[in-house]
């Protein structure tokens, strides 16, 4: 299917939606996307989706990991659209919580302490990716499953799992109305004490406003950003439709699903992950501005390299014009840039050593509740000559102030759909 695609006065040329969903995946698997690769500038596994958004996921799931481990010897998972298993990968590299007390323990779900873990997707080249990424373990099942179909009679039939997860807005595939009759599944197929946790896309994120005012269940996307943008030019870009969801909407579905099948479930937390770090970002694909900012926050992170200030301040006001009325979210990307630009400043002038500015920073009112971020990085700054390592800059500045970055997203609790993740975890109570 052919279709020129107008939101507000923002034309995308005529783009071609693909009817069937699979095809994209099946290319990014021949294309050795699933394998195993090194965290790096770019790529699926690039440095922002290992020490930001898989950071992030993994704190999330943590508490819930560490109460099940409390309580059993070894747990259970479903992996919804699992892809080739990343799940597995998230859910064993979670670090322990106190990392003073656990110095002999890197992670805390250990591949062992799960008794099975059962992974659908539709796409069979991710099947078979999966199968051969876990060949030998014979508790680790790849099974094909349409999900807009709802669970298949294999699960159905299986004994309830301890956790229900969905990494990585596979989710997002579904219609509201498929998600919606999943939940009631999934829910009525738990036990007290399941839990779920699962991501899917959020409605207002600033890589894509040119969504922001359009009421349609399903919109526009495309996961050209695992191409490099010179590959990206040259092919065509493949778009599929997808659900971007608001999280009052999100809620209501989940909380309907749970009272139709009579199962008492506590939201236990909805959040935004990578609100200005997300993919397209930097592609502009769906915003009439490309930035830097997915590279740039790469750039600070690895160790051989520095972030380049000039292009992580942010400015959002070519985005005012897509803001729907009446909306709430917009003062909490406002919020965040300035807080994320005032990072970016007092690295500016730390690079070049203006220590009257440093000062007046770090005294500054205007910095609310960050003068601890701002103390450290001075004194990291003046300490430069205790560290023995090659790139001070790079190795320790860069990826202490994306991490103050990340943390500053990770501190509102609310969610507003305002990032390319909108994370859920659900407790089924009774
Ligand atoms: C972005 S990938 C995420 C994969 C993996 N969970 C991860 O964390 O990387 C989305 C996955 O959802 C799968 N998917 C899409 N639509 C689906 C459906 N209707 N039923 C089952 N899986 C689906 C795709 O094949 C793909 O593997």
């Keep these: 299917m052919s279709l020129t695609f107008y939101t507000g006065d923002f034309v ?8 069937n969903r699979t095809e994209f995946y099946e290319t990014a698997v021949s294309m050795g996307f699933y394998g195993n690769e090194e965290a790096s500038l770019f790529g699926k596994k690039d440095n922002v989706r290992k020490f930001w958004e898989d950071m992030v996921l993994k704190t999330y799931c943590r508490p819930f990991i560490e109460d099940f481990l409390n309580q059993h010897s070894k ?28 110095v002999n323990k890197n992670f805390i779900l250990l591949p062992i302490k799960i008794r099975e873990y059962y992974g659908l997707d539709i796409s069979p080249s991710m099947i078979t990716q ?79 406003p040119v969504h922001w005012k ?22 065509k870009i493949e778009w599929f439709n997808i659900c971007y969801w608001k999280p009052a909407d999100l809620k209501m579905r989940i909380e309907r ?36 900012l997915r590279y740039q926050v790469n750039r600070l992170i690895d160790h051989g390299y520095r972030g380049e200030p000039k292009h992580l301040k942010l400015n959002l006001e070519y985005l005012e014009k897509y803001v729907p009325e009446n909306s709430t979210f917009w003062n909490k990307l406002v919020t965040y840039k300035n807080s994320w630009n005032r990072v970016i400043y007092f690295l500016e002038a730390l690079l070049n050593h203006k220590d009257t500015k440093i000062s007046a920073f770090i005294e500054s009112e205007e910095i609310e509740h960050m003068e601890d971020d701002f103390k450290f990085l001075a004194w990291l700054f ?21 991490m103050i970055l990340r943390n500053i997203e990770m501190s509102y609790s609310e969610a507003e759909g305002i990032g390319h993740g909108l994370m859920c975890g659900i407790k089924v109570m009774k």
């Design 12 to 19: 995308m040329s005529k783009i071609k939606i693909k009817q």
């Design 75 to 102: 747990i259970t998972i479903l992996d919804l659209g699992c892809g080739s298993g990343e799940g597995i990968e998230l859910l064993t590299h979670i670090p322990p919580s106190n990392p003073k007390e656990m």
């Design 130 to 208: 999966g199968r051969a990424n876990y060949r030998g373990k014979n508790n680790f099942k790849f099974e094909y499953a349409n999900l807009e179909e709802g669970l298949p009679p294999a699960i159905l039939n299986h004994e309830p799992f301890n956790i229900y997860f969905s990494s990585y807005s596979a989710l997002s595939h579904l219609t509201p109305d498929s998600l919606e009759s999943l939940f009631r599944q999934i829910f009525s197929h738990a036990q007290k004490d399941s839990v779920f946790i699962f991501d899917v896309h959020g409605k207002f994120s600033p890589e894509w």
């Design 214 to 235: 359009v009421e349609k269940e399903l919109l526009p996307y495309s996961m050209a950003y695992l191409y490099n943008k010179d590959i990206r030019e040259k092919n």
């Design 257 to 292: 699903a749970a009272k139709s099948v009579n199962r008492e479930i506590e939201i236990c937390y909805m959040h935004d992950r990578s609100i200005f770090v997300g993919r397209h970002m930097d592609t502009g694909l769906l915003s009439p501005l490309i930035t830097q």
């Design 382 to 402: 003046r300490n430069s000559d205790r560290f023995p390592v090659a790139d001070f800059w790079a190795s320790v500045i860069g990826p202490q102030v994306a």
